[in-house]
Protein backbone atom coordinates (compact mmCIF):
# COMPACT_ATOMS: atom_id res chain seq x y z
CA UNK A 1 0.00 0.00 0.00
CA UNK A 2 1.42 3.49 -0.77
CA UNK A 3 2.48 6.00 2.09
CA UNK A 4 0.37 6.97 4.24
CA UNK A 5 1.47 10.57 3.97
CA UNK A 6 -0.11 10.28 0.29
CA UNK A 7 -3.81 10.91 -0.02
CA UNK A 8 -5.85 8.20 -2.30
CA UNK A 9 -6.16 10.90 -4.48
CA UNK A 10 -2.95 11.80 -4.03
CA UNK A 11 -1.73 8.14 -5.53
CA UNK A 12 -4.28 7.67 -8.49
CA UNK A 13 -4.60 10.70 -9.87
CA UNK A 14 -0.70 11.04 -11.61
CA UNK A 15 -1.61 7.52 -13.04
CA UNK A 16 -1.67 7.82 -16.71
CA UNK A 17 -3.62 5.82 -18.05
CA UNK A 18 -2.64 5.68 -21.67
CA UNK A 19 -2.58 2.13 -23.93
CA UNK A 20 -5.74 1.45 -21.28
CA UNK A 21 -8.33 3.12 -23.01
CA UNK A 22 -10.54 2.82 -26.43
CA UNK A 23 -12.48 5.44 -28.38
CA UNK A 24 -16.00 4.83 -29.61
CA UNK A 25 -18.60 7.06 -31.57
CA UNK A 26 -16.34 10.08 -30.03
CA UNK A 27 -16.33 9.05 -26.30
CA UNK A 28 -13.33 7.57 -24.29
CA UNK A 29 -13.92 4.66 -22.17
CA UNK A 30 -11.38 3.37 -20.08
CA UNK A 31 -10.68 -0.65 -19.58
CA UNK A 32 -12.48 -1.23 -16.40
CA UNK A 33 -10.45 -4.62 -16.03
CA UNK A 34 -7.00 -2.54 -15.95
CA UNK A 35 -8.75 0.39 -13.54
CA UNK A 36 -9.53 -2.56 -10.91
CA UNK A 37 -6.12 -4.56 -11.77
CA UNK A 38 -4.23 -1.27 -10.95
CA UNK A 39 -6.43 -0.43 -7.94
CA UNK A 40 -6.00 -3.66 -6.64
CA UNK A 41 -2.17 -3.65 -6.69
CA UNK A 42 -1.84 -0.58 -4.88
CA UNK A 43 -4.50 -0.96 -2.37
CA UNK A 44 -5.11 -4.57 -2.06
CA UNK A 45 -7.66 -4.24 0.23
CA UNK A 46 -9.93 -2.58 -2.00
CA UNK A 47 -13.76 -3.86 -2.71
CA UNK A 48 -16.53 -3.11 -4.71
CA UNK A 49 -19.83 -4.12 -4.64
CA UNK A 50 -22.91 -3.94 -7.64
CA UNK A 51 -25.90 -2.13 -5.57
CA UNK A 52 -28.24 -3.27 -8.01
CA UNK A 53 -30.59 -1.15 -10.22
CA UNK A 54 -33.87 0.84 -10.10
CA UNK A 55 -36.01 1.91 -12.85
CA UNK A 56 -37.25 5.33 -14.07
CA UNK A 57 -40.40 6.29 -15.65
CA UNK A 58 -39.57 6.26 -19.00
CA UNK A 59 -38.49 2.77 -18.65
CA UNK A 60 -34.76 3.19 -18.22
CA UNK A 61 -32.48 2.34 -15.89
CA UNK A 62 -30.00 3.54 -13.15
CA UNK A 63 -26.93 1.27 -11.71
CA UNK A 64 -25.22 1.59 -8.60
CA UNK A 65 -21.53 0.63 -7.42
CA UNK A 66 -20.24 1.02 -4.75
CA UNK A 67 -16.24 0.95 -4.13
CA UNK A 68 -14.42 1.54 -0.69
CA UNK A 69 -10.66 1.31 0.24
CA UNK A 70 -9.75 -0.52 3.27
CA UNK A 71 -6.31 -0.10 5.52
CA UNK A 72 -4.66 -3.09 6.58
CA UNK A 73 -6.52 -2.45 10.07
CA UNK A 74 -10.04 -2.69 8.53
CA UNK A 75 -10.54 0.98 8.44
CA UNK A 76 -11.89 2.60 5.44
CA UNK A 77 -10.07 5.20 4.01
CA UNK A 78 -12.24 6.19 0.78
CA UNK A 79 -15.56 5.25 -0.19
CA UNK A 80 -17.44 6.05 -3.31
CA UNK A 81 -20.95 4.97 -4.21
CA UNK A 82 -22.19 6.40 -7.92
CA UNK A 83 -25.51 5.55 -9.88
CA UNK A 84 -24.95 5.75 -13.90
CA UNK A 85 -27.76 5.60 -16.43
CA UNK A 86 -27.39 2.55 -18.84
CA UNK A 87 -26.78 3.82 -22.10
CA UNK A 88 -26.10 2.42 -25.39
CA UNK A 89 -23.51 3.03 -27.85
CA UNK A 90 -24.34 6.65 -28.95
CA UNK A 91 -24.37 7.61 -24.47
CA UNK A 92 -28.16 7.74 -25.01
CA UNK A 93 -30.52 5.45 -22.18
CA UNK A 94 -32.25 2.35 -23.40
CA UNK A 95 -35.28 1.46 -22.42
CA UNK A 96 -35.83 -1.62 -21.38
CA UNK A 97 -32.07 -2.45 -21.49
CA UNK A 98 -31.29 -6.46 -21.87
CA UNK A 99 -28.81 -7.94 -19.39
CA UNK A 100 -25.35 -7.16 -21.21
CA UNK A 101 -26.37 -3.27 -21.44
CA UNK A 102 -26.81 -3.52 -17.88
CA UNK A 103 -23.95 -5.48 -17.29
CA UNK A 104 -21.98 -3.29 -19.10
CA UNK A 105 -23.10 0.35 -17.36
CA UNK A 106 -22.11 -1.48 -14.31
CA UNK A 107 -18.66 -1.76 -15.29
CA UNK A 108 -18.68 1.91 -16.65
CA UNK A 109 -20.20 3.25 -13.27
CA UNK A 110 -17.34 0.86 -11.42
CA UNK A 111 -14.76 3.34 -13.59
CA UNK A 112 -16.68 6.31 -12.74
CA UNK A 113 -16.45 5.47 -9.15
CA UNK A 114 -12.26 5.05 -9.53
CA UNK A 115 -12.26 8.88 -11.57
CA UNK A 116 -13.79 10.15 -7.90
CA UNK A 117 -10.47 8.23 -6.39
CA UNK A 118 -8.30 10.19 -8.75
CA UNK A 119 -7.81 7.13 -11.46
CA UNK A 120 -8.61 8.30 -14.72
CA UNK A 121 -10.22 11.96 -13.82
CA UNK A 122 -8.43 13.52 -16.21
CA UNK A 123 -10.11 11.59 -18.82
CA UNK A 124 -13.77 12.95 -18.21
CA UNK A 125 -12.14 16.26 -17.97
CA UNK A 126 -11.40 15.95 -21.75
CA UNK A 127 -7.63 14.91 -21.80
CA UNK A 128 -5.92 12.93 -24.01
CA UNK A 129 -3.11 12.30 -21.61
CA UNK A 130 -2.83 12.99 -17.62
CA UNK A 131 -1.50 16.49 -17.40
CA UNK A 132 0.05 15.62 -13.84
CA UNK A 133 1.86 12.43 -14.26
CA UNK A 134 5.59 12.81 -15.02
CA UNK A 135 7.52 12.70 -17.72
CA UNK A 136 9.46 9.21 -18.65
CA UNK A 137 12.65 9.50 -20.47
CA UNK A 138 13.28 5.63 -21.61
CA UNK A 139 17.03 4.86 -22.46
CA UNK A 140 16.20 2.47 -24.83
CA UNK A 141 17.28 -1.02 -22.91
CA UNK A 142 13.96 -1.07 -20.57
CA UNK A 143 14.95 1.73 -18.25
CA UNK A 144 13.50 4.94 -17.95
CA UNK A 145 14.28 8.02 -15.67
CA UNK A 146 11.25 10.17 -14.52
CA UNK A 147 11.04 13.52 -13.95
CA UNK A 148 8.78 16.39 -12.54
CA UNK A 149 7.32 18.17 -15.39
CA UNK A 150 8.98 21.31 -14.47
CA UNK A 151 12.67 19.65 -14.46
CA UNK A 152 13.21 20.23 -18.20
CA UNK A 153 16.86 21.09 -17.80
CA UNK A 154 17.05 17.56 -16.05
CA UNK A 155 15.23 16.39 -18.72
CA UNK A 156 17.48 18.12 -21.48
CA UNK A 157 20.65 16.43 -19.72
CA UNK A 158 19.24 12.92 -19.92
CA UNK A 159 17.84 13.21 -23.32
CA UNK A 160 21.57 13.84 -24.65
CA UNK A 161 23.18 11.60 -21.76
CA UNK A 162 21.51 8.42 -23.40
CA UNK A 163 22.31 9.47 -26.95
CA UNK A 164 25.93 8.90 -26.59
CA UNK A 165 27.19 5.80 -27.60
CA UNK A 166 24.57 4.45 -30.34
CA UNK A 167 24.51 3.66 -33.53
CA UNK A 168 22.29 5.26 -36.19
CA UNK A 169 19.30 2.99 -36.02
CA UNK A 170 18.79 2.88 -32.14
CA UNK A 171 19.56 6.61 -31.76
CA UNK A 172 16.51 6.92 -34.24
CA UNK A 173 14.48 4.63 -32.42
CA UNK A 174 15.74 6.28 -29.15
CA UNK A 175 13.68 9.75 -31.25
CA UNK A 176 10.68 8.08 -31.96
CA UNK A 177 10.90 6.28 -27.97
CA UNK A 178 10.92 9.54 -26.84
CA UNK A 179 8.19 11.53 -28.69
CA UNK A 180 6.23 12.72 -25.21
CA UNK A 181 9.56 14.18 -23.41
CA UNK A 182 10.83 15.63 -26.33
CA UNK A 183 7.42 17.20 -27.49
CA UNK A 184 6.90 18.55 -24.07
CA UNK A 185 10.47 19.92 -23.84
CA UNK A 186 9.88 21.92 -27.26
CA UNK A 187 6.58 23.69 -25.97
CA UNK A 188 7.85 24.57 -22.79
CA UNK A 189 11.47 24.99 -22.97
CA UNK A 190 12.40 25.85 -26.84
CA UNK A 191 15.83 26.60 -25.84
CA UNK A 192 16.71 23.65 -24.55
CA UNK A 193 14.73 21.20 -27.12
CA UNK A 194 17.10 22.89 -29.63
CA UNK A 195 19.85 21.74 -27.72
CA UNK A 196 18.69 18.32 -27.51
CA UNK A 197 17.99 18.18 -31.52
CA UNK A 198 21.55 19.70 -32.32
CA UNK A 199 23.35 17.20 -30.41
CA UNK A 200 20.56 14.50 -32.16
CA UNK A 201 21.65 16.16 -35.86
CA UNK A 202 25.12 15.97 -34.27
CA UNK A 203 25.89 12.32 -33.12
CA UNK A 204 23.50 11.61 -36.69
CA UNK A 205 26.32 13.23 -38.68
CA UNK A 206 29.12 11.74 -36.82
CA UNK A 207 27.79 8.32 -37.41
CA UNK A 208 26.81 9.02 -41.25
CA UNK A 209 30.16 9.59 -41.02
CA UNK A 210 32.01 6.96 -39.59
CA UNK A 211 29.76 4.65 -41.95
CA UNK A 212 31.25 6.25 -44.99
Known amino acids: MPSKAKSVWETLSVIDCS ?10 Y ?4 WAWKTLKELYPRARFSKLGFFDLSDGS ?10 NDSGEVI ?22 FSVNSAYQRCLVKCLAYMGLGMYIYQGE ?16 EEVFEKTDLNAIAEVLITFMANRDLDSLRQFWATNKQPLEHLEKLDPSNYKRVLDAFKAKADELKGESK
Open 19 to 28: GHTEEKNGFT
Open 30 to 33: LSWA
Open 61 to 70: QMVNVRVWIE
Open 78 to 99: EDVTETLPVLDYKNKPIVNPDC
Open 128 to 143: KSNPDSGIAVHAGDGT
